[in-house]
């Protein structure tokens, strides 16, 4: 059964500073996603990782997949108070269907 | 105007009505599903589908069903409400052959709350 762990699960960072969101997963895939999600509302695609080594990024937040480790990071780069949401990890098994993680609130203070 | 559309969206109901919930998409996707979504656990596949006369079940669909009446439309019914399905519904749309990957473009949300 695939499993995907995210950590933390809740991350309090002040404005300025980097920080880095982990996503393990327990079988093998070649595909990972990582969405956000605002208080209250649904969730958007950021960034789609289809090969080992990928790595895309959008401002402030960089992610990366290692197919070998199993292992997505979501790095973030000189927080802003904007960045404050949920962020889950999702992992494509063999027949196309999405294993979320349990998500990582992300909370941005001055 | 939302690609991925939902009705609706907040549903106060009792123990043991019936309810449905309601999907519809603009993007042309085939594929469609339902999640639902409780604190702390992330998002669980109820059911999904692949195209019009494909219906396959989830990691917990006990307690629901689903019909697909268009490509465009996919609804999710609690035939008989109990507490423990209250929770924050997602139906989310996707096509690989056109995004040559399986991201899902979601709905925004219902807000079920059985009483």
């Known amino acids: 059964e695939l499993k995907v762990e995210q950590n933390p699960l809740f991350l309090s960072m002040q404005e300025g500073k980097n920080y880095t969101i982990y996503c393990n997963y327990s079988t093998t895939s070649d595909r990972l996603y990582w969405y956000r999600q605002d208080p209250g509302k649904s969730l958007e695609s950021l960034f789609v990782l289809l090969s080992n080594g990928a790595v895309k990024q959008e401002g402030r937040l960089m992610a990366s997949l290692d197919t070998k480790a199993r292992l997505s990071t979501l790095h973030i780069t000189a927080a802003v108070h904007d960045l404050s949401a949920t962020y889950f990890c999702?992992?494509?098994?063999?027949?196309?269907?999405?294993?979320f993680g349990t998500g990582t609130r992300l909370q941005v203070f001055p | 105007d939302a690609d991925v559309t939902q009705t609706p969206r907040n549903r106060i109901t009792k123990t043991g009505k019936r309810i449905m919930l309601e999907c519809s998409q603009t993007?042309?996707?085939?594929?469609m599903y339902w999640y639902r979504q409780d604190p702390g656990l992330g998002l669980r596949l109820i059911y999904y589908s692949f195209d019009v006369k494909d219906i396959n079940k989830g990691e917990i669909s006990d307690g629901y069903s689903v019909s697909r009446q268009a490509q465009a439309k996919f609804s999710l019914s609690l035939e008989s409400a109990i507490p423990n399905q209250t929770a924050l519904y997602f139906c989310?749309?996707?096509?690989?052959?056109?995004?040559?990957?399986?991201?899902?473009?979601f709905g925004p949300g219902t807000r079920l709350t059985v009483l």
């Open positions: 993007k042309g996707h085939d594929r």
């Open positions: 999702a992992v494509d098994r063999d027949t196309d269907k999405l294993i």
């Open positions: 989310a749309t996707s096509d690989p052959q056109v995004h040559l990957s399986d991201t899902q473009y």
